[in-house]
């Protein structure tokens, strides 16, 4: 009996560490959604009149000059 209570309790710590896990993931996915979503938004807005798009080895980066409230004037793209 006190076997099967062992095994059964790291059984359920097994679970509990893959369960935290797994919420940290999607938590962060969510967060990386949230800010891709708000550079989607801002680059199709009405009031959205020119994008100029730059990349390099690094880093890619979307400049904007007219004034959007919903981001910075420049803003990374999600991926980085």
Known sequence: MLIIA???SWEVMHLDM???RETAVLRSMTEKNARAQAVVDVLTAPAAQRVLLTGGQDSSRAVW???LSALDRRADLPGE
């Open 6 to 8: 062992a095994g059964l």
């Open 65 to 67: 000059p007219c004034c």
């Open 18 to 20: 893959r369960l935290r």
